[in-house]
DNA sequence: AATGAATGAGCCTTCATTCAT
DNA sequence: GATGAATGAAGGCTCATTCAT
C-alpha cells in the first residue's frame, strides 16, 4: 500500500508499527463513510486491534485524525520544498510546485481525499490554531522563496493575496474533480498546461 | 437579514415563513458549529419552534440540510444564468459567469460557507445522486452556451475537463480564502482582474 | 413507600411523578450499591422508564445526586426549623433539635445513609459550592436562633465552633451506628437522653 | 513527610520503600480527588514508578487502599492503647482517649481525610468482613478497659450502645469540621473542653 | 523485579425520531 | 398544526488488569 510509504516517512521505526497501522486503516474509513460516520469500532475491526490500543496511541478520535492531517501536510510541504529549491527561477518553481502537487495528489489520492474531508472538521478542532499558524507559516515561506527570484518583478504588479489562488487555484479545483470521480484523465496529464495556464494568468498583470 | 431575501425567492408566501424562519436558524448554526455538530435541539432554540414542528416541515435532519443545499445552489444558477444570456460572446461570458459568482458569495457569505462546508456530507446523503445529475446538468448547460457562442473556437484546443477548472478555479480558491478569514479584499474587488486571469490562462492554448 | 412521601413534599403534582419514580429507584440503588457502582442502567431498570427520560429530567449522574441530596436536606431543615418555632428557650431548642433530628433519620433512614454516603461525592460535584453556602446559611440560622433566646447567655462560654458539635456530634454519631447495624435500638428510643447528655455537657463551660 | 513516617510505622525497611512511596502517593490523590476517581495512571505518575510495579506490590486497587486503611486503623489503635495503659481510671482514660485521638488526626490530617473519604466505600470491599471484626474487636478492647477501671460503675446507667457516641461523637464531629475546613481553630486547642464536656455529659446518668 | 503496551468489558451520554395530547 | 416528553440504539471513552519482554 502506498499510504504506508508516507507514513513510514512520518513515523518511522517498528516500534510505530501498529500506529501506522492504525492510521493506515482508519484514512480507509474516513474516506469511505466520512469522518463523522466512521466509529472507533470500525477502525478497530480494520486494524485488528482492541479500543485500548487506539486510545493508548491516541488520545481521541480527534487525535486519529490530526495525525493524519499533519501527516498528509507535513509530507506535501517536504515535497514542494524539494521541488522549490530545485527551481532558478519563479517560472520553473510555478511548474515545479504544480508539478508536485499534482505528484502528490495522484500518488496518494487516499491522503488527498482526507485533506479536502477534513479541512472543515479539522479547522473547528483542538488543533486548530496550530494548523492554521503552521499553514501560514508555508504560505510565508513560499513568498519568501518567490521574493528572491532574479525574475520576481513578475509578480510585483500582482496582489498578494491573489497569488496563491491564480497559481494553484486551477489545479486544486482539478485535483478535486478527478479525486470526486467527476473526470478521469489524470493530473499529471494535464501538469505542462496547468503549469502553463498558471504562467500565462500572470500575464493579465503586466501592462 | 440577506438570507431570509434568498430564501424568500426559494420558500415565498406568508405559509412557508415558519420554513424560511427555521432554515435560517439551522444555517447559521450549521456554519457556526458543523453540520453535524449541530443538534435538532439547537436549531429549535434558535428558532423559537417546537422539535414536532421542525419535523412536521422537514421529514429528517438531512431534509434540512438538503433544503438550504438546493436552495443556494438553485439560487446561484438562477443568477449565473441570467448573467450568461446577457453576454453576447465566449469573453463576455467568462466575465459575466466571474462577476456573477463572486458577487453571490459576496451577498451570500453564510450560504456560500456552507455550500463549501456541506458538499462533502452531502454527497454521502440521501440526494446525492439527485445533486450529481442536476450538477452534471449545470455544467452541460453551461457547455451548450459555450459552444454555442460566435468565439466558441477559442475554446476548442482546451480540453474539456479542464474547462471549468480553467475560468473558474482560481476565483473559486479566493473565495474559500475570503470566507475562512485568510484574506480580508472584497472578492468583488478583484472580478476583473480574476476574469482576466481566467481569459489569459486560456491563451496558453492558442498556439 | 416513606420515601415518595418526602418526595412529594419536593417535588409535587402528577407531572412530576416520574421524576419522583427515578429519584426513588436511585436512591435504592444508591444506598445498595454504592453511588458510583449504581449505573444509569440499573437506575432505568429499577424505575422502568428509558435512559432518555432520565436524561430528560436531569442532565446528568450527577444530577439525580444532587436532586436526592438537596431533597433531603431541605426536608432536614424544614423539619428542624418547625421544631425550632415552637421552642421558647435554649434548652427547648435543643431538646428540639435533636428530636427532630432523630425522628428524620428513623423515618427516613434511606435518606439518612444516602445523606452521610454522598457527602463526600457532592462535595466535589459540580453544586459543591452551593451546597456549602446553603449549609453554611442554615448554621447561621441557628445561630441566630440561639442567640435570641431569654437563657442565650448560657451558651456565651462555649467557643462558637464547638456548640454544633457538642450539640449534635453524640446524636449524629448514634444515627450513623444505627443506620450502619452495628447498634439496634432506635433512636428515638434514646431522644431524651441524647438531649440531656448535649445539655449536661454543656455545663463544662458553666463556671 | 509526616505520612511517610507513619508508613515507616507499619511498613518499616528499605525493602519497603516503594511501597511507602505508592502508598503516600495514592493517599494524596485519594483525598485530592476520591477514590473511585484516582486512577493507577495517576498513582503512577505521581509515584514515577511503573503500573506494572503497582500491581506488583498490591494486587488490585482496592489492595492500596486496604492497606492504607488498614494502616491508618491500627496506628491509630496503638497510639490510643498507648494512652489508655496510663491512665488510672475511667476518667482519665476518657481524657486520654479523646487527647490521642485529636493528636492523631492533627498529626495526620491526610490519613484522617481519608479514613473518613473510605469508609463507605471500604464497607464493600473485599476485606468488609475483615475490618468489620476488627472494629468491633477494638471497641470490645476498650470496653473491657473501661469495665476494669476503678470507677467504672460510672458508667453503669449508661446503655452500652450509646458510650463510644457519648464519648467520642462531639471530638468526631468537630475533627471532621476541622479536615473540611468549615471551622479553623485546632482540634487540640479543644481537647481539654471536649473530654470535659464528654465527661460532663455521662453526668445526665446519674441520677 | 520492573516495564508499559495491549486488552476489552462496560459506562455515561447524545440525539434523531416518534407519538400521545 | 403544534408541543415536548419519551424512546433507545449507538458512540466515544475510561481504566483496572494482564503479560510478554
Given at each position: 500500500?502506498?499510504?504506508?510509504?508516507?507514513?513510514?516517512?512520518?513515523?518511522?521505526?517498528?516500534?510505530?508499527?501498529?500506529?501506522?497501522?492504525?492510521?493506515?486503516?482508519?484514512?480507509?474509513?474516513?474516506?469511505?463513510?466520512?469522518?463523522?460516520?466512521?466509529?472507533?469500532?470500525?477502525?478497530?475491526?480494520?486494524?485488528?486491534?482492541?479500543?485500548?490500543?487506539?486510545?493508548?496511541?491516541?488520545?481521541?478520535?480527534?487525535?486519529?485524525?490530526?495525525?493524519?492531517?499533519?501527516s498528509a501536510l507535513k509530507d506535501?510541504?517536504?515535497?514542494?520544498?524539494?521541488?522549490?529549491?530545485?527551481?532558478?527561477?519563479?517560472?520553473?518553481?510555478?511548474?515545479?510546485?504544480?508539478?508536485?502537487?499534482?505528484?502528490?495528489?495522484?500518488?496518494?489520492?487516499?491522503?488527498?481525499?482526507?485533506?479536502?474531508?477534513?479541512?472543515?472538521?479539522?479547522?473547528?478542532?483542538?488543533?486548530?490554531?496550530?494548523?492554521?499558524?503552521?499553514?501560514?507559516?508555508?504560505?510565508?515561506?513560499?513568498?519568501q522563496w518567490l521574493a528572491l527570484?532574479?525574475?520576481?518583478?513578475?509578480?510585483?504588479?500582482?496582489?498578494?493575496?491573489?497569488?496563491?489562488?491564480?497559481?494553484?487555484?486551477?489545479?486544486?479545483?482539478?485535483c478535486r474533480a478527478w479525486l470526486?470521480?467527476?473526470?478521469?484523465?489524470?493530473?499529471?496529464?494535464?501538469?505542462?498546461?496547468?503549469?502553463?495556464?498558471?504562467?500565462?494568468?500572470?500575464?493579465?498583470?503586466?501592462?
Open positions: 500500500m502506498q499510504n504506508i510509504a508516507l507514513l513510514e516517512r512520518i513515523y518511522p521505526g517498528r516500534r510505530a508499527e501498529l500506529k501506522r497501522q492504525i492510521l493506515n486503516c482508519a484514512l480507509q474509513q474516513f474516506i469511505q463513510q466520512g469522518i463523522e460516520s466512521t466509529t472507533i469500532e470500525m477502525i478497530r475491526d480494520a486494524a485488528e486491534t482492541s479500543v485500548g490500543a487506539i486510545y493508548h496511541h491516541f488520545k481521541h478520535k480527534e487525535g486519529i485524525v490530526s495525525a493524519l492531517y499533519i506535501q510541504a517536504t515535497q514542494r520544498m524539494q521541488a522549490l529549491q530545485q527551481s532558478q527561477n519563479l517560472k520553473h518553481g510555478l511548474y515545479a510546485v504544480i508539478h508536485s502537487y499534482l505528484d502528490w495528489v495522484e500518488q496518494y489520492p487516499d491522503f488527498a481525499r482526507f485533506l479536502y474531508a477534513a479541512s472543515y472538521s479539522v479547522q473547528q478542532g483542538i488543533h486548530a490554531e496550530t494548523l492554521k499558524q503552521e499553514n501560514l507559516q508555508r504560505n510565508l515561506q513560499l513568498g527570484q532574479p525574475d520576481a518583478e513578475y509578480m510585483i504588479a500582482v496582489p498578494v493575496e491573489l497569488r496563491l489562488s491564480l497559481m494553484i487555484g486551477p489545479t486544486e479545483s482539478y470526486s470521480g467527476r473526470v478521469s484523465p489524470l493530473p499529471t496529464d494535464y501538469a505542462n498546461v496547468l503549469a502553463q495556464a498558471a504562467w500565462q494568468s500572470l500575464n493579465a498583470f503586466q501592462m
